[in-house]
């Protein structure tokens, strides 16, 4: 599986627009910033990814579906259960 991102790339400096309420009270327990947005990005990124790649690949699923569903799977003469 191809990784996600590149985790040793250089940090980049970006300006952000953030609730002023939702700043103060994350600023007050010292919650870091930087941290919370690259886990939320990552888990974000990793979301859409995934759909993509249903979506690019819903045409093969479906026709191995398909598939099993007339032939059943490879070796299923063989499984005990």
Not at 27 to 39: D, G, K, M, V
Request: with cysteine; proline share 2%; charged share 30%.
């Amino acid at each position: 599986m191809p990784k996600l991102y590149d985790t040793a790339a250089p940090r980049k400096a970006a300006n952000l627009s953030v609730n002023s309420d939702l700043l103060n009270k994350t600023r007050a327990l010292n919650i870091n910033l930087s941290a919370t947005l690259e886990r939320a990005l990552k888990e974000e990124l990793a979301k859409r990814e995934a759909t993509q790649w249903v979506e690019e690949n819903r045409s093969a699923i479906k026709n191995y579906n398909e598939f099993v569903e007339q032939h059943g799977c490879f070796g299923d003469e063989f499984r005990e259960f």
